[in-house]
């Protein structure tokens, strides 16, 4: 090897460091908080699925069955005295669902890219969340729907690094907080399909 060539390992070992610094977790949480707020100055609640009776678990089906969010906000509840409004849980716990959803995108991306690239392309996930949750016309507040994203995006992070046992509490937890973690199963057997020797 030449004497001023530098080894690969040590040019992505730099490299995913650099995508990884403070500073890039300070422009997803000004840009998560930015979200945040269009979100949540655009929706409203909808009928029978308040915070509070979402929170209560006596809200309409089938929110009612989507417990993980609203069991975690019960139990600070608790451990609060009812002192602190649902509210002023409820929106920072979006906030910090941005900033993981952000986090967890950019791991997604560097499946396929460099860390570098991966750390400024993870932003874009904001712009179809913005449409989503705050551009459509008719927008309601659904404390779960942010963390139905990352257990999506983990699920598809372990699939690909074939960590299932990881794979399996996620699929666990995510169908705690949505039904929707049936998209991992459809995912994974389009993912697999032509992987494994079918029988007959």
């Given amino acids: 090897m030449p004497a001023d060539a530098t080894p690969v390992s040590s040019i992505n070992s ?24 269009a979100y949540w100055i655009r929706s409203g609640y909808a009928p029978h699925a308040s915070p509070e009776e979402l929170t209560a678990f006596t809200a309409t089906t089938p929110f009612q069955y989507r417990v993980l ?13 009812n002192r602190i409004p649902l509210n002023r ?37 904001f712009w179809p969340l913005l449409f989503n949750y705050s551009l459509l016309p ?17 699920g598809m992070i372990t699939m690909l690094r074939r960590q299932w046992a990881w794979y399996y509490l996620i699929f666990v937890l995510a169908t705690f907080n949505r039904e ?18 079918k029988g007959g």
């Fill in 14 to 37: 730099v490299d995913q460091r650099q995508s990884s610094s403070p500073l890039w977790l300070a422009v997803y949480a000004v840009v998560a908080a930015l979200f945040t707020w």
């Fill in 69 to 81: 969010v609203p069991a975690f906000v019960h139990g600070i509840e608790v451990l609060a005295h």
């Fill in 89 to 125: 849980i409820y929106l920072p716990l979006t906030w910090v669902s941005a900033i993981v959803l952000v986090l967890v995108f950019r791991s997604y991306l560097r499946l396929f890219t460099s860390s570098r690239a991966a750390a400024p392309a993870a932003l874009a996930i």
């Fill in 138 to 154: 008719i927008q309601f507040f659904y404390p779960y729907d942010l963390p139905a994203i990352i257990f999506f995006m983990l």
């Fill in 180 to 197: 929707t973690s049936c998209f991992l199963a459809v995912a994974m057997l389009f993912l697999f399909w032509n992987k494994y020797p």
